[in-house]
């Protein structure tokens, strides 16, 4: 986990535009764009880094020939059954998987988090779903597709996401033996029992079974103490503390990037500092805080272990609210790609550099357009009406709902055709009629 932790001593406390001394504890990812972002403010910056480089683990990419960032447990149960004569995976629960790419043209998972699909209701992403699944019924399934449908659909949902579906591959072939849902009950010498009382003989194990990531170390600040993250005011403030210290790296989105997220509560950080924004009062936090548990509870009930999720949209709009940046649909009625390509394209981080302060706005204008549409047409004509109710004045969003409907007859070679789409469809968790059966312990 990336933290970076921000220390600030009051230069002056009264004037806007002030200028303090900063305190930034680790330069990974979240530490070196919140250095950026004050730096950009005129404060004095020190950084602490217990490495001899910064970056984070952004550096320990060039260990893997395809440069993934981070590695999972699927990721060295893959390299493990690839040198291994057997290999067996137990797991207490299924996992939710969704394909590292997407399409002929593979697209990174990430090209799903719309704003389209996250201003739904969970009933419409249930509709919307049922929509996807109506054209994936004709197919006949292949057997990575049946391992991928079956394990969304026994996980349950509601949890972390594990975006990468390469291990399917080999549980496919066979170098892989499943053993889920299960657990080890002991294990003698070199033979290990499971609750079902089965046994494997095996020379090494392997541990995967999570870590606490919910504390921040008691005695890091004297006399507080901080036993969850999603007690803090956007994972980051702490009330009593206010804007003197701030937790980078709390917030991790179930789908989309960290560090658009990192990047807002930079910025918003660098705003408190220069005395251009200010926290809410104590009770004010307190009030949000508490709001925002509870929807995180409920939104993550099957990662109940994993207190640093957060909706990557909800939560990036929220702070964008309070930068100023939040992105107006209103505003580029007038403009249909850029409307169309902000509610049906991913929610890149440049959406947040359109308006408001430190916008840059030709230059996000330019990225936001060159992101690729996420769904066909078919999928969009139908809930767009529905994903913008609510977040615009019914006038508006009519005229919206218009616009983006008229510049995507014409420029239909910029979306996924429903085959792409169908081929690619992101598998759910939802119950479906089609019987799978997999050589999994019921």
């Not at 260990?63 to 590695?71: E, F, G, I, K, Q």
């Not at 699944?133 to 509601?158: D, K, P």
């Not at 901080?226 to 179930?254: C, M, N, S």
Request: glycine share 6%.
């Amino acid at each position: 986990m990336v933290i970076g932790f921000m220390l600030s001593s009051h230069a002056t406390d009264l004037a806007t535009g002030r200028k303090e001394s900063v305190c930034v504890v680790g330069a990974g990812m979240s530490g070196l764009v919140a250095m950026k972002e004050l730096l950009a403010k005129g404060h004095e910056v020190t950084c602490y880094e217990q490495a001899e480089r910064d970056g984070g683990v952004f550096t320990t990419g060039v260990a893997y020939s395809d440069m993934r960032l981070t590695v999972s447990q699927a990721d060295i149960t893959l390299q493990i059954s690839n040198v291994a004569s057997e290999c067996t995976l137990c797991m207490r629960t299924f996992p939710e998987i969704i394909k590292r790419y997407r399409g002929p043209d593979r697209r990174t998972t990430d090209v799903d988090s719309t704003r389209l699909f996250h201003w739904m209701t969970q009933d419409q992403r249930a509709e919307f779903y049922t929509f996807k699944r109506s054209f994936r019924n004709t197919r006949t399934l292949s057997e990575h597709e049946r391992v991928l449908y079956e394990w969304n659909r026994r996980s349950g949902g509601r949890r972390s996401l594990q975006k990468n579906d390469d291990v399917v591959a080999n549980v496919v072939n066979g170098r892989i033996q499943v053993r889920a849902p299960a657990q080890i009950s002991r294990v003698d010498g070199s033979t290990v029992t499971f609750d079902d009382h089965s046994t494997v003989e095996v020379d090494a194990m392997m541990f995967s079974t999570g870590y606490e990531e919910s504390s921040i170390p008691g005695g890091w600040i004297a006399n507080v103490e901080i036993p969850d993250v999603r007690k803090l005011h956007k994972h980051a403030f702490q009330p009593e503390l206010g804007r003197r210290v701030a937790f980078f790296g709390l917030a991790r989105p179930r789908q989309g990037g960290l560090p658009v997220l990192s990047e807002l509560l930079a910025r918003y950080f660098a705003q408190l500092c220069s005395g251009e924004r200010e926290l809410p009062a104590k009770e004010e936090m307190r009030r949000v805080i508490e709001e925002d548990c509870a929807e995180e509870e409920a939104f993550f009930a099957n990662s109940k272990k994993t207190r640093t999720l957060v909706h990557y949209t909800r939560y990036a709009d929220d702070l964008a609210e309070l930068i100023g940046c939040l992105p107006k649909l209103e505003a580029y009625l007038d403009d249909p790609e850029l409307l169309t390509h902000l509610v049906c394209s991913s929610n890149i981080g440049m959406s947040y550099r359109l308006q408001g302060p430190d916008a840059f706005p030709e230059i996000a204008r330019e990225a936001c357009v060159a992101a690729p549409i996420a769904d066909p047409y078919e999928a969009i004509d139908r809930f767009v009406d529905k994903a913008l109710h609510g977040r615009m004045a019914p006038d508006a969003a009519q005229r919206a709902g218009e616009a983006i409907r008229t510049y995507l007859t014409t420029h239909k070679t910029d979306m996924p055709t429903i085959e792409d789409w169908e081929a690619s469809a992101a598998l759910t968790s939802e119950t479906v009629s089609r019987n799978i059966e997999l050589d999994c312990v019921s």
